[in-house]
Nanobody, 122 residues
Framework: VQLQASGGGLVQPGGSLRLSCVGSGFTLDRYGVGWFRQAPGKDREWVSFSRLSDVPPMYANSVKGRFTIFRDNAKNTVYLQMNSLKPEDTAVYYC????????????????WGQGTLVTVSS
């Protein structure tokens, strides 16, 4: 069972990136999936999650209106579309999966990806 996060890179302020979280060895559509990030010198923080229920995805206030989490079950992938990026979005981004219920707390997740670095700089 593995999660593979990818899609990070260097982008200018105001730009966009799409992160991918691919599951292997299990099907992501049976799990809640969240994204977290850790900026240099700071603790890891929750960014967004997508639950199994019909409850709409949730976002941290710092990214609300700019980031979108969505699933492609055919590809066993969960994405994080990041628009209007700011220098303060610079961090290593992690995806995580949990069952049956997930939220904004790391202990609610069972599996973690290795992280992908996003750098927002001119």
């Amino acid at each position: 069972v593995q999660l593979q996060a990818s899609g990070g890179g260097l982008v200018q302020p105001g730009g966009s990136l799409r992160l991918s979280c691919v599951g292997s060895g299990f099907t992501l559509d049976r799990y809640g999936v969240g994204w977290f990030r850790q900026a240099p010198g700071k603790d890891r923080e929750w960014v967004s999650f997508s639950r199994l229920s019909d409850v709409p995805p949730m976002y941290a206030n710092s990214v609300k209106g700019r980031f979108t989490i969505f699933r492609d079950n055919a590809k066993n992938t969960v994405y994080l579309q990041m628009n209007s990026l700011k220098p303060e979005d610079t961090a290593v981004y992690y995806c995580a999966a949990g069952w049956p219920s997930i939220g904004a707390t790391e202990t609610e997740y069972d599996y973690w990806g290795q992280g992908t670095l996003v750098t927002v700089s001119s």
